[in-house]
């Protein structure tokens, strides 16, 4: 069946790294553009970043603009978020999502396959 | 983008007729989804393409609007309807905005 994992969330200290990952199996991921998508504790969505299905387009939040930087591995059905100079404020469950959008480089449509989320703390 | 929702949160009951609203600060065309979150779950897509039922969501849902103005309505809430959901733009890049959520509860 269509999944989606994620896995590399943890504790982190402030101006630390993580590197978060998420494994995509049942469909072609290589056709699919992918998001990364967090939650804050008791707090609503937060959008975070996209990759187009080929890696040729990519965009972030303004909030991770910088810090933050999504990638592919297609061949590896994988999605990656590195994570650097966490702040306390990225404290989040971190969703990877599917994008509807097939074999499109420049639109998106929606996130219709989720993962269950990975956690990630930053605290000292 | 901004996008509002309203209300924030709702009481209602059982094969109540609900409708929650998303305003964008500007025109989004038709590029908006909706999403259902339980507590404790990942989002579900509901809508998308401001009025395109997802495949498997049942039919009392639906989306309207277009520009800056979009409704989702639920024509019979149902026990499992009890959510939270989200509305988000895709027109305006590079920020996928979503909106602030509106929790519907029991009454």
């Known amino acids: 069946q269509v999944q989606l994992v994620e896995s590399g969330g943890g504790v982190v200290q402030p101006g630390r790294s993580l590197r978060l990952s998420c494994a995509a199996s049942?469909?072609?991921?290589?056709?699919?553009?992918m998001h990364w998508v967090r939650q804050a504790p008791g707090k609503g969505l937060e959008w975070v970043a996209v990759?187009?299905?080929?890696?040729?387009?990519?965009y972030y939040a303004d909030s991770v603009k910088g810090r933050f930087t999504i990638s592919r591995d297609n061949p590896k059905n994988t999605l990656h978020l590195q994570m650097n100079s966490l702040r306390d404020e990225d404290t989040a469950v971190y969703y990877c999502?599917?994008?509807?959008?097939?074999?499109?480089?420049?639109?998106?449509?929606?996130?219709?396959?989720w993962g269950q989320g990975t956690t990630v703390t930053v605290s000292s | 983008i901004q996008l509002t929702q309203s209300p924030s949160s709702l009481s209602a009951s059982v094969g109540d007729r609900v409708t929650i609203t998303c305003r964008a600060s500007?025109?989004?065309?038709?590029?908006l989804a909706w999403y259902q979150q339980e507590p404790g779950k990942a989002p579900k897509l509901l809508i998308y393409?401001?009025?395109t039922l997802q495949s498997g969501v049942p039919s009392r849902f639906s989306g309207s609007g277009s520009g800056t103005d979009f409704t989702l309505t639920i024509s019979s809430l149902q026990p499992e309807d009890f959510a939270t959901y989200y509305c988000?733009?895709?027109?305006?890049?590079?920020?996928?905005?979503f909106g602030g959520g509106t929790k519907v509860e029991i009454k």
């Open positions: 999502a599917k994008d509807l959008s097939y074999f499109s480089r420049d639109h998106f449509y929606g996130m219709d396959v």
């Open positions: 049942g469909f072609t991921f290589s056709s699919y553009g």
């Open positions: 990759m187009s299905y080929d890696g040729s387009s990519k």
């Open positions: 500007q025109a989004i065309r038709s590029y």
């Open positions: 393409a401001a009025s």
């Open positions: 988000q733009q895709l027109n305006s890049y590079p920020t996928l905005t």
